[in-house]
């Protein structure tokens, strides 16, 4: 019986760069069991395999640019597929762009989803340049830190799996600025969630446990 059917859920993460996204999405998958998607490191893992997408990709992550449309949309669909067995999909990084969103709705629809809640995460720029260039992250496990705000107990080394920390190439002061610059969410993009009744906004300037708590109350879980 349709009515009957599990619903999937799918909940979007939107900020900009360095605005807890990531740190975040780790923190709701474990107390929602949404699953993860984000589009930064699906990117980055194309890169580490060296495919002719990774190579593409990493140009334009390297000068702080967007990734075109059509890559980036390709990419999600075919790993966001129908729930099973798990309770829905956490969007991390993605949509960036209107045409994204667009081609995300039109995915959804065709399986009888839709996007439930778009959580909006508010940082101003000073500082996300002080999170960005102090962000340390696992190669590995991809559990992110920061020097000053959340260092790993060993310095250096990740926590969870004990791999050695590094620092995103994308991090450097310059090209920092050109990701705040290019790469805020945009105002169409903001309007066209409003528009759906689905955007909430979240002061993303308070600690991690409280952000991730007006996060909670924002999905209503
Ligand atoms: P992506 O990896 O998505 O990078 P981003 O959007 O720039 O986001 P970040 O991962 O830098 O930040 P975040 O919001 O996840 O913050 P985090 O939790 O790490 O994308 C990389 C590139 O891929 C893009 O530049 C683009 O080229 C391409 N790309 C990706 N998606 C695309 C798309 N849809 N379309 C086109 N191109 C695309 O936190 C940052 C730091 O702050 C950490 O050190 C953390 O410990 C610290 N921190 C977090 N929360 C707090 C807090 N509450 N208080 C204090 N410190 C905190």
């Known amino acids: 019986h349709p009515l009957m059917a599990v619903s999937c859920r799918y909940v979007i993460l939107l900020g900009a760069p360095g605005a807890g996204k990531g740190t975040q999405a780790q923190v709701l998958q474990e107390r ?19 495919t002719e997408l990774g ?12 990734v075109p449309d059509h890559v980036v ?15 829905g999909y956490m969007l991390d990084g993605f ?3 209107t045409a994204q969103a667009v081609a995300l709705d039109r995915a959804l629809e065709a399986r009888g989803g839709r996007i439930e809640r778009v959580l909006y995460i508010e940082v101003p ?7 960005l260039t102090g962000r340390w992250s ?5 559990a992110v830190y920061h020097e000053v705000n959340s260092p790993p107990k060993g310095a250096g080394v990740c926590d969870r799996c004990g791999a050695t920390l590094a620092q995103r190439e994308d991090d450097r002061a310059e090209t920092v600025r050109t990701r705040l ?3 805020r969410p945009p105002d169409a993009l903001i309007a066209y969630y409003e528009g759906r ?25």
């Open 197 to 221: 009744s689905v955007l909430r906004r979240v002061d993303g300037t308070r600690g991690v446990d409280e952000v991730s708590a007006e996060l909670e109350r924002a999905l209503g879980t």
């Open 138 to 142: 696992c190669p590995q496990c991809g």
């Open 55 to 66: 190579r593409k990709a990493k140009e334009l992550m390297d000068r702080g640019e967007l």
């Open 95 to 97: 949509p960036r762009t």
């Open 32 to 50: 929602t069991g949404l699953v993860q998607v984000s589009s930064g490191d699906l990117l980055r893992e194309q890169v580490r395999q060296g």
């Open 125 to 131: 720029d000073e500082e996300l340049v002080r999170r």
């Open 73 to 87: 949309i390709g990419m999600i669909l075919e790993r966001v597929q129908p729930c099973d067995g798990v309770a």
């Open 181 to 183: 610059a290019k790469q």
